[in-house]
């Protein structure tokens, strides 16, 4: 079966990092460009960041430019999301998906709190 499942979340103060890691399995992991999108508590979905087939390009929502960086690795069929600088406004449930919405992972929660 097809799946994506992420890892790597938790509760972390302002300014810290933690990196989100997305595991593909079953699937052409190679032939997808990748996407990690959020949602904040009581809010709608936000995308976050995409890196393309291949990696040589990655492009990040404003609010995290310079704070997030994303990378993949075919041969183990990951992509992960390293975040810096974590802001309050960071927290909400993570997600992996690929482009097109065909596969979506269950989420793993970020909480960014003092």
């Known amino acids: 079966e097809a799946q994506l499942v992420e890892s790597g979340g938790g509760t972390v103060q302002p300014g810290g990092s933690l990196r989100l890691s997305c595991a593909a399995s079953?699937?052409?992991?190679?032939?997808?460009?990748m996407n990690w999108v959020r949602q904040a508590p009581g809010k709608g979905f936000e995308w976050v960041s995409r890196?393309?087939?291949?990696?040589?390009?990655?492009y990040f929502t404003d609010t995290v430019k310079g704070r997030f960086t994303v990378s993949r690795d075919d041969a183990l069929k990951t992509v992960d999301l390293h975040m810096t600088d974590l802001r309050t406004e960071d927290s909400g449930v993570y997600y992996c998906?690929?482009?097109?919405?065909?596969?979506w992972g269950q989420g793993t929660q970020v909480t960014v709190s003092s």
């Open positions: 890196i393309i087939v291949g990696g040589r390009k990655s």
């Open positions: 079953d699937f052409g992991f190679h032939t997808y460009g």
């Open positions: 998906a690929t482009d097109t919405s065909t596969f």
